[in-house]
């Protein structure tokens, strides 16, 4: 299930990622390496992905009916975990933004506020600030990480297992600072009229 992180692994590679791949002998997109990868797994006998038209249905047949298990070679892999490190430096919470673990009970913005907590980290804290601002507080009820309760019903269906009321206590410290409460108390007189 999600073998493409949402799409995240084809559409927003690190510049670091995208130049492995187009530095290494062998071209091949992102996705095709992504299935390779996991056709290449023993233990893998079904890939559950999202197509969006019949060129990808048709690309990942093609990956899917011509990779046996064991065919990555040592060097490919090196290539691939160099990838994986290029993308985990820049990502603080690995969340796809897939959406299952919504709705929160309190109406937390659970992947809008990962998605501005790695840009803090990716791109620095204004348009982070900005993102966090834009997803969370100009809204009639708060979606803000603050509203958290801990009740833990989305990490029971977190994909990807995140600890997402520790995360979402870390995104809170790091994206609602004095300027944000700021922000939010008059979007809250606004609403009030
Ligand atoms: S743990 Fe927090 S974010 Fe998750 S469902 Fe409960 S209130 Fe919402
Ligand atoms: S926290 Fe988990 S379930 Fe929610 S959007 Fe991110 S990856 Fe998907």
Redesign the pocket.
Known sequence: MEPLRGGKLVNRLPEEAKKIFADYKIQRTPAQWAFRWLWNQPEVTCVLSGMNSSEMVQDNIHTASTVMVGELGPEEEAMLQQVVQAINAKMKVGCTGCGY?MP?????D?PGTFAAYNRRYAEGKFWASVDYVICTALRKTSTA?S?????????THCPQHLE??KH?QDAQKELEGPVYKGIRKVVEKLNAF
């Open positions: 673990c929160c009970p309190k109406n937390v659970i990480a509203n958290c309760i801990a009740c833990g019903k989305c990490e997402i009321r979402l």
